[in-house]
Nanobody
Framework: QVQVVESGGGLVQPGGSLRLSCAASGRIISINSMGWHRQAPGKQRELVAGITSGDSTNYADSVKGRFTISRDNAKNTVYLQMNSLRPEDAAVYYC???????????????WGQGTQVTVSS
């Protein structure tokens, strides 16, 4: 069994910062990529940032220069540092981990339950 758990969401004023954390635990042999997605009310879920096992990163254009993704492989944890937050960044943020539980299984995406980020004065 694999669990992916996010933390760190909350209410922040425009221009403020938040740091999200996501930890994968359980039966894990290897983690490929990890990433953050978000979904605002009435909108589709979108990729915010991703990071590979080799630390290659990619970002949505809307967050480049403001958000930074990083990971701690020893802890199976990924972080999202969000600076200069805007009202349009408000959403539920979901963590996704692409991993294998056994060597003979394929890579599988596991999602967290999400953490709410609210940006409002």
């Amino acid at each position: 069994q694999v669990q992916v758990v996010e933390s760190g969401g909350g209410l922040v004023q425009p221009g403020g910062s938040l740091r999200l954390s996501c930890a994968a635990s359980g039966r894990i042999i290897s983690i490929n990529s990890m990433g953050w997605h978000r979904q605002a009310p009435g909108k589709q879920r979108e990729l915010v940032a991703g990071i590979t096992s080799g630390d290659s990163t990619n970002y949505a254009d809307s967050v480049k220069g403001r958000f930074t993704i990083s990971r701690d492989n020893a802890k199976n944890t990924v972080y999202l540092q969000m600076n200069s937050l805007r009202p349009e960044d408000a959403a539920v943020y979901y963590c996704k981990a692409n991993l294998r539980s056994t060597w003979y299984e394929s890579w599988v995406d596991y999602w967290g339950q999400g953490t709410q980020v609210t940006v409002s004065s």
